[in-house]
């Protein structure tokens, strides 16, 4: 590959349809996309990607049923974990002020100046794009990102970044997130290297 991009947003969606597709509850999906979640840190890492941020729930996901936004606030939690003890520098980024927001991922909050040569990891955590934009652009700190994929077959940004993203590419995937495969991310990254960069020039 000529190009690996330096900063990839992650969407990764369809984790209730996988659930209803496999005879589980909506809440179970979850959990089963964790796993994922740390085999894609580890196969980006390993091809160069020096930059991650992970779509974990937003604000608008919090009207869900009460089991499932239980399962998503705790499997953000676990995500942390995992991804952290991987060897991840790990900064969370949402609205710390809400209900939503889990305790546990306070300590989380601030980004590392030198991550000693961690690859980063940013996970969204009850974000809210208005959210951002009127507090005086929260997620300042993360850089402009290359490429966003998205899993799930959805065509859309659903909110994720809108200023980091403005010159993002969008690669969709239309297998759902516990069905990630490292196939998946190395067409991606194939896909990504033959694009036409611009930024606008």
């Known amino acids: 590959m000529n ?8 969407i990764p969606d369809g984790n209730r349809r996988w659930a209803a597709g496999n005879g589980l509850d909506k809440q179970d999906g979850y959990r089963h996309g964790l796993a994922p979640g740390l ?15 992970y779509y ?14 239980a399962a998503f606030t705790s499997a953000c939690c676990k995500a942390v974990e995992l991804i952290e003890s991987a060897g991840a520098a790990v900064c969370v980024v949402g609205n710390t002020r809400s209900a939503c927001f889990p305790r546990e991922l306070l300590a989380y909050t601030k980004r590392q100046d ?4 961690k690859v980063r990891v ?15 652009w929260r997620s300042r700190e ?7 994929i998205r899993w799930g077959g959805m065509c859309r940004l659903s909110g994720f970044l809108p200023i980091q993203t403005v010159y993002s590419d ?13 196939k ?18």
């Open 170 to 182: 969008l690669y969709v995937i239309k297998e759902l997130w516990p069905d990630f495969s490292e």
């Open 3 to 10: 190009r690996i991009p330096t900063h990839i947003g992650i």
């Open 184 to 201: 998946h991310l190395d067409e991606a990254l194939e896909w990504y290297s033959h694009q036409d960069i611009t930024l606008g020039g």
């Open 122 to 136: 940013n996970i969204l955590v009850n974000y809210g794009w208005e959210w951002d934009i009127k507090n005086n």
């Open 56 to 69: 974990g729930f937003t604000v608008d996901n919090c009207k869900r049923p009460k089991a499932q936004v």
């Open 39 to 53: 085999r894609l840190f580890r196969a980006a890492a390993e091809r160069g990607v020096k930059e991650l941020t």
């Open 142 to 148: 993360i850089p402009r990102i290359d490429m966003v």
């Open 114 to 117: 030198d991550t000693g040569g």
